[in-house]
């Protein structure tokens, strides 16, 4: 029987200029629609309001064979020093996974199969760890919202989807299933499901990016979640929606409406 090969992983450098730029143009697009102001740099919170308050924006990128809507959203894309801090939910796992990767990529490729039975392992370790809630709701709140946000809003369809933090939180904490992948080399990835595949969590070994950790989301899937969980919902606009405890907490003008 052939064996079957993997894809490449690797986005060619046009494809994450045009992922970047159409992140951006979310948050300035956001920006507009709540009067607001774009922060830039890497921090997480993409937005601030006038009255203060601080969204995390989030949109989706590009998906082979498949349109905005049903693409994929990075959570992270992280090397071994970003968990390396001693308050990183889950670092201590995680650090172990990368130890697992001999120092170049040359030694990896010629040592593979040895490698990869060892990070199925680590991997397992991890899968435990993120299946006690509390560990998964830490480290969810790590690797979406990093600081201090009030709200979390996704782009979907045209639509800002404004919902707020603490809630997104608790319903990611109590409806994702844990679980590792299954394949010839093992269990290579933790992949957290609703339903069907919500997000993963991966290793990279592309050139350039060896090792680092990625977390993939399906945008789809994450919008099921939440409009199943989250369903009183406030058109405030054609395209600003407020679902949940935000219809209560979200400030703006009634006068400009």
């Known amino acids: 029987m052939e064996s079957r090969k993997s894809k490449p992983h690797g986005m060619s450098s046009d494809k994450a200029s045009r992922v970047k730029v159409r992140g951006h143009r979310k948050e300035f697009l956001f920006e507009d629609v709540i009067d607001g102001l774009v922060q830039k740099g890497t921090g997480k919170p993409d937005v601030i309001s006038r009255y203060g308050q601080w969204f995390s924006v989030k949109g989706g990128s590009e998906k082979s064979g498949g349109e905005g809507r049903d693409g994929r959203i990075q ?36 040592n593979k199969t040895e490698v990869k039975a060892k990070i199925s392992e680590k991997m397992k370790v991890l899968k435990d760890y993120l299946s006690i809630p509390h560990n998964l709701g830490s480290f969810l709140d790590r690797v979406f919202f990093d600081r201090q946000v009030n709200f979390f809003v996704v782009y979907h369809d045209e639509i800002f989807y404004v919902f707020a933090k603490n809630e997104v939180w608790n319903v990611f904490m109590n409806n994702l299933v844990v679980g590792n992948s299954s394949g010839d080399s093992g269990s290579q990835k933790v992949t957290l499901s609703y339903g069907s595949y919500f ?59």
């Open 199 to 257: 997000a993963e969590i991966e290793m990279r070994t592309s050139e350039g990016k060896y090792p680092s950790m990625f977390m993939p989301m399906n945008k789809k899937v994450m919008m099921k979640l939440l409009t199943d969980k989250i369903t009183q919902k406030k058109e405030l606009k054609h395209n600003l929606w407020l679902y949940g405890e935000a219809i209560k907490s979200y400030k703006y003008d009634k006068k400009k409406l």
């Open 75 to 110: 959570v992270f894309l992280y090397n071994k020093e970003n968990f390396e801090d001693p308050s990183f939910p889950g670092g201590t796992q995680i650090v172990e996974i990368f130890n697992c990767f001999p120092p170049t990529k040359a030694e990896y490729e010629s």
